[in-house]
């Protein structure tokens, strides 16, 4: 049996992993229908290969980091609901002590060098506002009570998170022995902190804030400095772009960063950088390599440097020498990942373990030089995927994947491109490809240039020209796929959200002869709008279309929404902040109005990210009305 839409609850996902010694540690998450939530707790995974084992058993327990000296087991736990508060508990077991009861949760931990005090960030709202009274002991205001927000800033929300002037994160240190010690504040709010790290001797923390601690609008971000017993933060590292991820190496720091000016900070590779003795350098090669912040910080080892790089669709752990400078990706040794994605990592000593999931896999732990250590992915069988590769119509080599359904065919097809559009389709675990096959669909998956993975040239080759280079490679992987006899060419479907629904849209107008339906999700419909509305459209606009409003409207799906025909679904999220709602109302609208059979499917209380991390009832209602939609319009 495949994935269904039921089958969501049966998914087992591994997360953050840890290790120190022979404990490794790993969180588990599985969609919960009936709770309509996100279960799993802390699993160990012995080195021996003996199978996972439940660790804890409370509702949601995620993040585990454990202490240098491996004594103790610091994690977040989220319980009946609320927000996630920091717990700690001996590496033998035993029960999990609180140390945090924060009204909107903490950030993940970081241990101390000598494994006695954890930092974290935590957003601490007004008084007045998220449910915090305005004087202790008085009721909550509702939010219909709350005062007027005074907006000064253009960076003054984002998507999933809201409001974010009122709630700015705070950096925060607790003693994690004493049981009688309480958080310690060491920002005062009025700039934003990120990924907190303390110095190799302990006594300081470095954090990333926006440049000059936000003091106007910036894209730029710097790496600050500030004693552990508390004082004003002081610069520590003028980067060349964006920040993250900043870890000790010796008396200075590693961190990944972009370069960039203005606001040009799209489809920028990240590259690991050295920071010593006042002097910065970069490690990795701009061009080819594009460091995967969202797989954890660099981990600093006796052989070299732990990073994830991504590359053609793979996310592949490799080792960085660290007195590198403008090293290629092909001098950076493969660890883990290859035709794979590795979603986080961790090491101590010679020991190396990573998550890492396939197409045909949710995700399993595994040893560097030892092979998988858990079986978490083989709870629901999967498909498999196949490589797509050929040439544009200017000859410019193109790349994808499909998966097929069971059976001989000819199979329907389904064309799904992606978001961003600096993302990718990969070789790891999606939900969706997997469902649409389990329901009869063969599923290409192309990476158009604009896409992340390779090289930042390949990314770039989009800024200026939307619906241009990236329609051909799009057009360019399908037809790959369609020389094939087990796919019928006469029955397409294409769909995608965000970038993927600006491309939906686009392909619907300008090629809907090839398409049988399109289904445009959370898309980009109108570059003008998009520009006041969305959280990021202040930047994002001018930096991927120009400032012109006439090329904003000529790369606008809108502007050509007469000339579609064929079917037509916009969903939406009523809270999505990225792509605002505003972009699916004018859309349906406009087809509407030109007589197309468009519909129009609105998800209540969800953002941007519904389909990777929405309510699971509303993920799975969602992959029931696509398919809904594909049974009528290509059977």
Known sequence: MLVR??????????????????????????????????RGGLYRVPLDGSGAQRWTWAERDLAPRISPDGRWVAFLRA????????????????????????????????????????????????????????????????????????????DYRFDDIGFVGDRCPRLFTVDAVDPAAKPVELTDGSFDVADPAWTSDGTALVFVSDRDLGAVETLHQDVYRVPATGGEPELYVRSKGIVAHPVAFGDGILFYGSEFTGVHSVARNMSLWRYTDGTLTRVTELESVDCERAAGAPVVTDAGVLVAVRNRGAVELRR??????????????????????????????????????????????????????TSFGASVPLRPSVELTGSAS?????????????????????????????????????????VYAAA????????????????????????GGFGTVDVDDVLSVLDVALERPDLDADRVGVMGGSYGGF??????????????????????????????????GWFFTEAYCGPSLETQRAMSPLTYAEKVSIPFMVVHSEHDWRCPLEQAQRQFVALRRNGVEAEMLLFPGEGHELTRSGQPRHRKQRFDHVLAWWGRHLS
């Not at 997360?15 to 939530?37: F, K, R």
């Open 5 to 38: 839409p039921d089958d969501l609850q049966s998914l087992t996902l591994p997360g953050s992993v840890s290790v120190q010694g022979d404990l490794v540690l790993v969180n588990v998450a599985t969609p919960d229908l009936t709770a309509n939530a996100y």
């Open 394 to 434: 200017d000859g410019y080599p193109v790349h994808g994947w499909l998966v097929l359904p069971e059976g001989e065919g000819p199979h329907p097809v389904l064309l799904v491109v992606h978001g961003g559009p600096f993302m990718y389709h990969g070789w790891g675990f999606f939900d969706e490809a997997q």
């Open 440 to 463: 009869g669909y063969a599923v290409v998956l192309p990476n158009p240039r604009g896409s992340a993975g390779y090289g930042q040239a390949h990314g770039q080759s989009v800024v």
């Open 79 to 154: 319980e009946k609901g609320g927000k996630p508060q920091l717990h700690v508990m001996s590496a033998t077991g035993g029960d999990a002590r609180r140390l945090t009861d924060l009204p909107l949760g903490a950030g993940v931990p970081v241990w101390s060098p000598d494994s006695t005090k954890l930092a974290f960030t935590a957003r601490v709202p007004e008084a007045g506002r998220y449910g915090v009274p305005i004087a202790e002991g008085e009721e909550p205001w509702k939010p219909e009570s709350e005062a007027p927000r005074h907006i000064q800033r253009l």
């Open 503 to 536: 491309m939906t849209s686009w392909l619907a107008a300008h090629h809907g002869e090839r398409f049988r339906a399109a289904w445009s999700e959370r898309a980009v419909n109108a570059w003008d709008s998009f520009s006041g509305s969305s959280d990021i």
């Open 320 to 373: 960085v020498a660290v007195d590198g400078v403008e090293l290629p990706l092909a001098e950076l040794e493969v660890l883990a990942g290859e035709r794979a994605e590795v979603k986080s990592f961790a090491a101590d000593g010679d020991v190396v373990v990573a998550v890492v999931t396939r197409s045909d896999n949710t995700g399993e732990v595994v040893r560097v030089g030892g092979g998988e250590l």
